[in-house]
């Protein structure tokens, strides 16, 4: 069974950053898809960006040139640092580990 934690999250002014992380740990097998999703009130969780297993990665059209993802397999680890945040941005942030493992979400909350 698979556990990812993220950590991370907080509070920032618009054009701030913030780095999350989410660290896999239990019966891992090989170098599986990550990503993260978000989720605002009233809103259906959608994707933020996804790293495969050798690093080929992609990236929602509203966070293009402003986040970037990465992984470290040695750790199980991944990434997500957010540049330039806007209000948003703000959301619950889920780790997601291909097939069906997520994390428990951490809060970004971004002021004008």
């Known amino acids: 069974q698979v556990q990812l934690v993220e950590s991370g999250g907080g509070s920032v002014q618009a054009g701030g950053t913030l780095r999350i992380a989410c660290a896999a740990s239990?019966?891992?097998?090989?170098?599986?898809?990550m990503g993260w999703y978000r989720q605002a009130p009233g809103n259906q969780r959608e994707l933020v960006a996804r790293?495969?297993?050798?690093?080929?990665?992609s990236y929602e059209d509203s966070v293009k040139g402003r986040f970037t993802i990465s992984r470290d397999n040695a750790k199980n680890t991944v990434y997500l640092q957010m540049n330039s945040l806007q209000p948003e941005d703000t959301a619950v942030y889920y780790c997601?580990?291909?097939?069906?493992?997520w994390g428990q979400g951490t809060q970004v909350t971004v002021s004008s």
């Open positions: 790293i495969s297993g050798v690093g080929s990665v």
């Open positions: 997601y580990r291909a097939p069906n493992n």
């Open positions: 239990g019966a891992i097998f090989g170098m599986r898809v």
